[in-house]
């Protein structure tokens, strides 16, 4: 597969399925661009006239009515008003590639999500942080001293965990997808049907019979809207109305399992994340038993991307259609001891499964909140500010994960798959006050501290110079690659804390395909479903799997 191929595919850039999807709105009469013209040409005119006159409040009515015309009328008001409009109005700019792995604090983290997408997460379609939150909608500035929050999260996904508590059933998930009976079949589709049993048991320690189905439903439909994202398509709407139906009884379960964890009433409750959360939550302050609730509900867009990582995985991997550089370096680094690191900061096996994800990038790029910056200019506020308009704009700056990782200014020959990239480049255990200062920084941009888990291991969550967090156990660092290079878990201080947990999983998921001799190939059907297999990626399920004799 080429590299053009690479980039296009349905789970190259997330931000560019976004974009494509605002610019094209399932054959709108009214296009977004003239809306945005409209109001800001009104708004233009009336600063116009703020010397010599009040300005008159603008009347929108008529471009909205119109705009209105457009939209099935059997859609609910409220969902109109909160999910169809805020979509139409947003906007997601490209930032630019970092040279180093930082994101500057002006680009934040609070309240970073596309505004039509709050109705999902909140009963009032907006923030509504006494309910709980997710540290990834979180600020810096208030996530408590040194990243507090971020590293309570990374306490339930450390790697010195994988071992002895999630990879047996993440094996046992692996055993049950790729079982003999589902060779030669559509793969994606019974991916999912069994996901959900990892995700929970994962999270909770449930699985079968003990996830209701209203539990199964509300995953299943928030992640199809994450996928389909435009809120004109019909099942957009339906999916996003269910989620808002099933979310009490959501939040509600999970509450009551999260009781169960902190009372000892399940088997092994301390192979879940949750329980590590609880116990190294302190005093409640920055991860209040509400906001383990919402982690365990907001994971839904954090996990999903698994799908969209396994597609592309066997979308390379495919011996008749994949790409035959990923097909070689996988031959070779699994005919030899993959396993071994051999002083090195990862084995071969992780630094294949590193440069897949650099490749992939499921995760298109970092949306961070930015404000608009007329007020502190001579041309006053935002229309909205200013004149009371009832429909507010809001704006978001996207860091790309996929562009920062092929940048050239990074890499030499960013182009070419080679897993052994990452042995020349330097690791979040290296980035001291020394390091910094070589790079020509008086002194480290984080202040690197370690907080101490209360969970009885001797493990503690360290941060890099850089402010990438990182666990050191028995006085052993397992650091990550903290390089701009190397994009696809995002960066710095808002580097995603689960980055570790999906490589080991990823490494099983490959030694499994490797042990029993597993082979991908298109199914070549004439008509193969189609499935949303993860954030802006609804896919061609025409992929599957034999075993080679």
């Known amino acids: 597969m080429s590299e053009k191929q690479q980039l296009t595919d349905s789970n190259a850039d997330r931000s560019e399925n976004l974009n494509a999807a605002a610019d094209n709105p399932g054959g709108l009469s009214l296009e977004r661009r003239a809306l945005l013209f409209g109001t800001a040409a009104v708004a233009a005119g009336a600063l116009c006239n703020q010397a010599s006159a009040a300005p008159e409040q603008p009347d929108l009515s008529a471009a909205l009515a ?88 990374f306490t339930g996904v450390s790697p010195d965990l994988y071992a002895p508590k999630y990879q047996g059933k993440i094996i046992a998930f692996f055993d049950k997808l790729l079982d003999q009976k589902h060779a030669n079949k559509p793969f994606m589709r019974h991916y999912l ?51 808002r139906a099933l979310r009490p009884f959501l939040t509600k379960w999970i509450d009551e399992r999260l009781d169960d964890i902190s009372n000892g009433r399940i088997a092994d409750p301390d192979k879940t994340f949750a329980y590590y959360w609880l116990k190294n939550a302190g005093d409640g302050k920055y991860f209040a038993k509400r906001d383990v609730v919402f982690e365990c509900f907001h994971n839904f867009v954090a996990l999903s991307q698994w799908g969209n990582s ?70 006053g506020g935002s229309p909205f500010a200013q004149f009371g308009v009832p429909y507010e704009r809001h704006s978001y700056m996207n860091t790309p994960h996929t562009d920062t990782s092929f940048d050239p200014r990074l890499w030499k ?66 650091p990550v690659c903290d390089y701009a290079g190397f994009a696809p878990f995002g960066f710095g201080y808002r580097r995603c804390p689960g980055e570790q947990l999906t490589i080991d999983v990823f490494a099983d998921f490959l030694r499994k395909v490797w042990r029993d001799r597993i082979t991908f190939r298109n199914l070549n059907q004439p008509r193969p479903g189609r499935v949303p297999v993860g954030p802006g990626a609804v896919i061609d399920d025409d992929i599957g799997f034999v075993r080679s004799a």
């Not at 990834?136 to 001293?145: A, I, P, S, V, Y």
């Not at 298109?364 to 404000?371: C, D, E, K, P, Y």
């Not at 007329?374 to 041309?379: G, L, N, P, T």
């Not at 984080?446 to 666990?471: C, E, M, Q, W």
């Open 66 to 153: 119109k705009f209105r015309a457009t939209i099935p009328s059997r859609f609910d008001r409220q969902y109109v008003d909160n999910a169809v409009v805020p979509f139409f109005l947003g906007s997601i700019f490209a930032g630019e590639r970092p040279i180093l792995p930082m994101i500057d604090l002006s680009l934040t983290k609070q309240d970073a999500i596309p505004w039509d997408f709050w109705g999902m997460l909140y009963e009032d379609w907006k923030p509504t942080p006494s309910e709980g939150v997710t540290v990834f909608l979180q600020g810096l500035e208030n996530r408590g001293d040194n990243n507090l929050r971020k590293r309570i999260y």
């Open 193 to 243: 049907d069994y996901y959900w049993d990892l995700y929970w048991d994962l999270h909770l320690g449930v699985k079968g019979d003990a996830v209701p189905p209203q539990v199964r439903t509300i995953g299943e439909a928030f992640n199809t809207v994450l996928a389909y994202r435009n809120p004109l398509h019909e099942v957009v709407y339906e999916n996003y109305m269910t989620v």
């Open 310 to 379: 396994i597609f592309g995985v066997m979308n390379r991997l495919n011996d008749n259609g994949g790409d035959a550089a990923v097909r070689a370096a996988f031959q070779k680094t699994m005919s030899g001891s993959f396993d071994d690191a051999n002083g090195a900061a990862y084995t071969p096996l992780k630094l294949l499964v590193m440069e897949l994800f650099r490749t992939i990038s499921p995760n298109g790029g970092s949306i961070s909140a930015i404000t608009d910056t007329r007020a502190s200019s001579f041309y």
């Open 413 to 478: 020959e960013p182009q070419r798959f080679d897993p052994e990239r990452y042995l020349s480049v330097p690791t979040s255990a290296e980035v001291d006050e020394v390091k910094c200062k070589q790079i020509g920084l008086p002194h480290c941009p984080f202040h690197i501290t370690t907080l101490p888990v209360s969970d009885g291991r001797k493990t503690g969550i360290s941060n890099s110079g850089f402010g990438t967090v990182f666990a050191v156990t028995d006085g052993k660092p397992d």
